[in-house]
Structures are given as structure tokens and as C-alpha cells.
């Protein structure tokens, strides 16, 4: 089992940048596909980032394409979402997630609780 732990949430001006952290338990890992997800008020979930327990594959929704980046780090387990040249319509709680599974397809079991982030115009 995974426990997940978001952070770097706040307020940023539309063409700002912030870096949101997800801090894992559990010595499994690098065996999880992560994911960032996002929900914004009166909306359904979004999987804006995905990543493969190596690192090696990533994929992005198209409305963030080249503008936020997906990484990990094994040896901290910790998997980051560099959010650059952010947007008003970005704002969202946003949550990270493991798979036991496939990046693409999960299923997601493991969540955290969300972090908020606000862009103004």
C-alpha cells in the first residue's frame, strides 16, 4: 500500500510557474505509475500527467502539453508536476495518484488529498 502526500499548492499570476510535490511511503515505489489529476469547482477530475515506475514513459492531457512536466525521483519517492506559463483555467485542486497497473489505463487506487492551486488573471 502507498500512502501519497501533496504540496506546493498557492496563488500564482497567469504566466507564472509552481511546482507541486507528492511525497510516497512504502518501499514499492518505483514499481507505481503516477499520476497528477486536477478538479476544478463544479468540474469532473482531469488527468493532466502520467508517469511509468521508471521514469521512462510519460504521457499528458493536451491541455497541458508543453507546459507541465512529470518527473520522479526512486531514491525519495517523491513524483513532481513543474506547471510553467500557468493559466486561470488551471486553477484546480490538484491530486496525485499511484496505479498498480498501467499509466494509462490504472485503475488509480492510491490518492492524496489535494493541493489547491489558484492562477489569477
Known amino acids: 500500500q502507498v500512502q501519497l502526500a501533496e504540496s506546493g499548492g498557492g496563488l500564482v499570476q497567469a504566466g507564472g510557474s509552481l511546482r507541486l510535490s507528492c511525497a510516497a511511503s512504502?518501499?514499492?515505489?518505483?514499481?507505481?505509475?503516477m499520476g497528477w489529476f486536477r478538479q476544478a469547482a463544479g468540474k469532473g477530475r482531469e488527468r493532466v500527467a502520467a508517469?511509468?515506475?521508471?521514469?521512462?514513459?510519460?504521457h499528458y492531457a493536451a491541455s497541458v502539453k508543453g507546459r507541465f512536466t512529470i518527473s520522479r525521483d526512486n531514491a525519495k519517492n517523491t513524483v513532481y508536476l513543474q506547471m510553467n506559463s500557468l493559466k486561470p483555467e488551471d486553477t484546480a485542486v490538484y491530486y496525485c495518484?499511484?496505479?498498480?497497473?498501467?499509466?494509462?489505463?490504472?485503475?488509480?487506487?492510491?490518492w492524496g488529498q489535494g493541493t489547491q492551486v489558484t492562477v489569477s488573471s
Open positions: 495518484a499511484g496505479s498498480g497497473g498501467s499509466l494509462y489505463l490504472g485503475p488509480y487506487d492510491y
Open positions: 512504502g518501499r514499492t515505489f518505483s514499481t507505481y505509475a
Open positions: 508517469i511509468s515506475g521508471s521514469g521512462g514513459t510519460t
